[in-house]
């Protein structure tokens, strides 16, 4: 249902990206918007020029920030049970997130992709595949542009392909999705969520405004995306990278089988890890029920390239290979970056600690890799949990772990970060933390 916002008292929480961009979409609503954050101003970069364009007053975070207000939006990175908010609630002041916020007025039909990891990829490809087609499609959500930012572009006769969070998806009530996908769900976020269970639910929340004339594409190998049958009246399609399903797309020896029907070979896929393979068949499953030819499918994908900080290969210095893989941010991420490589590996962990157990990674790591090189706050947890796995080294900066592996390394070996950890520690975002591993690279090869 679509509120009238105009002359409501309306408070923006969180100036990055998304926060900025739900308040300019209030505004031209007609609201009457006020912004806070935990931090000043001076420190927020863009969000001063933004709220200064917009005539928007900013104020510090404090509970009496969150006083007389007729509604509250809140970014995706502010937990959505904060004390101030469910004090709100108590009030009887409806709280949104980014997505509910646009949801009533973004045009055409939706697919979102939620899941622990591969949603950038995905999300990315199935653009790709409905672009190549020539269905009039946009890529936002959780990555590129904010989907309150979307709604200008988007048109009725068009698709909005969506990469939700569960920090996005636990904050929705109305948002209803055409084409769901639920790639895996692994422990992740529990500093926010807190269970396993918690961070679960989240995502299944994606499924439950469906109907029976939507799709819900979950993979078959996960028990708590399966679980998701149980929660959704969408007609329910499978992917599975082991085995034959009923409905969907499935992996059979070295072939990809859409409907039944052959749709490309496994080594036709221009990305590493075999985990990519369960990406395309879940992406070929959403852009067949957009209406997508499997033929064109195929050949969006055989054009389709690597997303930056996911498993990107940087540049080979001394037969030394570099990978970007700053988006594993999550145990299990990590562990698909070590899959996708034999050996040879000088893996940089570590980051901000988002309550994970890393002991998972004892034995892919003595297996394939030369050492850990270990950075940031989340460093001596990491150590007492691979301990006698593997050489640790505390390399405590990025650099340094990154010069590290470069001088210990010879031709045939990999610098590979994959952190398994957040970047807030050190850095202001996955991004920042890869573009900073890059520029490493190249100040490495510079210096020849």
Not at 47 to 58: E, H, N, Q, Y
Request: net charge negative; with cysteine; aromatic share 6%.
């Amino acid at each position: 249902m679509t509120r009238n916002w105009a002359g409501a008292r309306v408070l923006v929480v969180g100036m990055k990206k998304s926060g900025l961009a739900s308040a300019e979409l209030l505004v031209r609503l007609g609201a009457r918007v006020r912004a806070t954050d935990l931090k000043p101003l001076e420190q927020l970069g863009e969000a001063g020029d933004t709220l200064a364009r917009l005539a928007i007053p900013f104020e510090l975070q404090t509970p009496a920030t969150f006083l007389e207000m007729d509604a509250i939006v809140i970014s995706p990175d502010v937990p959505a049970d904060l004390q101030a908010l469910d004090e709100a609630r108590g009030r009887g002041v409806e709280v949104y997130g980014d997505v509910e916020l646009a949801a009533p007025i973004l045009k055409g039909r939706t697919i979102g992709v939620t899941g622990s990891n591969g949603k950038t990829t995905t999300t990315s490809l199935i653009g790709h595949i409905l672009g190549a087609a020539g269905l009039a499609t946009q890529v936002g959500g959780n990555i590129g542009t904010p989907v309150t930012a979307m709604i200008a572009a988007s048109r009725e006769d068009g698709w909005n392909v969506l990469e939700l969070s569960s920090f996005q998806l636990e904050t929705i009530r109305d948002f209803h999705a055409h084409i769901g996908l639920a790639l895996n769900v692994t422990q992740n976020h529990l500093d926010r969520h807190h269970t396993l269970a918690n961070y679960a639910a989240a995502k299944a929340r994606l499924f439950r405004n469906m109907t029976a004339d939507d799709f819900a594409i979950l993979n078959a190998d996960n028990p708590m995306t399966a679980g998701y049958v149980k929660q959704t009246a969408a007609t329910v399609e499978w992917f599975s990278g082991t085995r034959a399903v009923e409905r969907g797309a499935f992996l059979r020896g070295e072939t990809l089988e859409l409907d039944g029907k052959p749709l490309m070979e496994a080594g036709e896929i221009p990305l590493r890890g075999r985990h990519n393979v369960e990406n395309v068949l879940a992406a070929a499953i959403a852009a067949a029920r957009a209406g997508v030819a499997p033929e064109t499918i195929a050949a969006a994908v055989r054009t389709f390239h690597a997303v930056e900080h996911r498993l990107e290969f940087v540049r080979r210095i001394a037969g030394i290979d570099f990978y970007n893989d700053s988006k594993a941010t999550s145990v299990d991420a990590t562990l698909k970056a070590l899959d996708a490589f034999p050996g040879g590996l000088w893996v940089i962990l570590g980051g901000k600690d988002k309550g994970l157990d890393f002991t998972a990674l004892r034995e892919p790591l003595e297996r394939k890799a030369h050492a850990a090189l270990l950075i940031g706050a989340a460093a001596p947890k990491l150590a007492r949990q691979l301990e006698g796995a593997l050489p640790l080294v505390e390399s405590g900066t990025l650099e340094a772990a990154t010069r590290y592996g470069f001088v210990h390394g010879r031709a045939g070996d990999t610098v590979l970060l994959a952190p398994a950890c957040a970047s807030f520690d050190q850095f202001n975002s996955f991004e920042h933390r890869g573009e900073t591993f890059k520029g490493i690279v190249d100040k490495i090869e510079r210096e020849g």
